[in-house]
């Protein structure tokens, strides 16, 4: 009798704790989203199931992040080669590297040279390491943007509303010495002040460059690099199912040419 009351109460308390520790669960997100305001959900042109990247944008969202972020933020895992083909050619790719110097060696005599860069180079980082991005940013360590769409929440909409969303704090607000109001960052105090501002950047192709417009192409440039294949990728699924589409009419039309007799003859049995 008593052994069946500890198993009940054993069973009850493994319950309880296990509801306990579903809706602590469950009002964390909740909890994390309150302190800053979700972004909205922009009508992107490469969403679409059949759509693919703006390569005008993200020729104009290279030059942004060139003048602008690339102050702070590195891109680790982005090489001059990968903007051929998408946004340039293969001759501005390379007159592209070859604006940056880029240490190598050892030579023969075992000494580290300098060389102008190459194609498969990828971007100069701002900062040697991460120590020095921390000291010249006020402890603050500015994130690599080779993957930032894929690492936050909202993806092109987070960045997008982070780049537009700084404003002055409203009241009651108090807002810690060497940080900034946005809304859209979590605690909504950020330690990068605002970078975009109209006219920042002259466009090649003679577009404005009104803030809006920048934010909104270097959105684009950072969710192709996090997804450089993924107009390829489309365009595999396009032909799959183009192919799919007719094996599945082959394979029909075969099946009723070989079993159409098959199905069509009458057996009849007769006694001899």
């Known amino acids: 009798m008593f052994g069946l009351q500890r198993v009940l109460c054993g069973i009850a308390f493994s319950s309880g704790a296990l509801g306990t520790a579903w809706a602590l669960a469950s ?23 059949l759509s693919a990247f703006d ?3 993200i020729r104009r969202g290279y030059q942004v992040y060139k003048n602008v972020c690339s102050s702070c933020h590195s891109m680790n895992r982005v090489a001059y080669r990968n903007l051929v083909g998408v946004a340039f050619t293969e001759d501005e790719a390379k007159q592209l590297a070859e604006e940056i110097e880029v240490e190598d060696g050892p030579n023969d005599e075992g000494e580290m040279f300098t060389r102008p860069g190459r194609l498969s180079d990828y971007f100069p980082a701002p900062y040697p390491n991460a120590e020095a991005a921390r000291y010249a940013n006020n402890g603050a360590l500015p994130p690599d943007l080779s993957l ?24 009651g607000v108090h807002v810690r010495e060497g940080l900034y109001y946005n809304p859209y960052f979590p605690g909504q105090q950020i330690a990068m002040a605002r970078a975009l501002y109209d006219d920042g950047v002259e466009y090649d ?31 595999m699924g396009v032909e799959t199912f183009v192919s799919l589409s007719i094996l599945a009419g082959l394979m029909l039309y075969m099946k009723r040419f070989k079993w159409a007799l098959l199905k069509s003859r009458r057996l009849e049995f007769r006694d001899m």
Do not use: C, N
Request: aromatic letters at 8%; charged letters at 20%.
């Open 27 to 49: 009002a964390q997100p909740a909890l994390a989203e309150e302190d800053h305001l979700p972004p909205p959900k922009y009508p992107w042109s490469h969403r679409g199931p």
């Open 55 to 57: 390569a005008a944008s």
């Open 148 to 171: 930032i769409t894929k690492a936050r929440h909202g993806g092109a909409d987070y960045i997008f509303a982070l780049l537009t969303g700084y404003r002055d704090p409203p009241a």
């Open 205 to 235: 192709d003679g577009t404005p460059a009104t803030t809006t417009q920048m934010a909104k192409d270097v959105a684009i440039f950072l969710s192709w690099a996090a997804e450089p294949e993924h107009d390829q990728r489309k365009l």
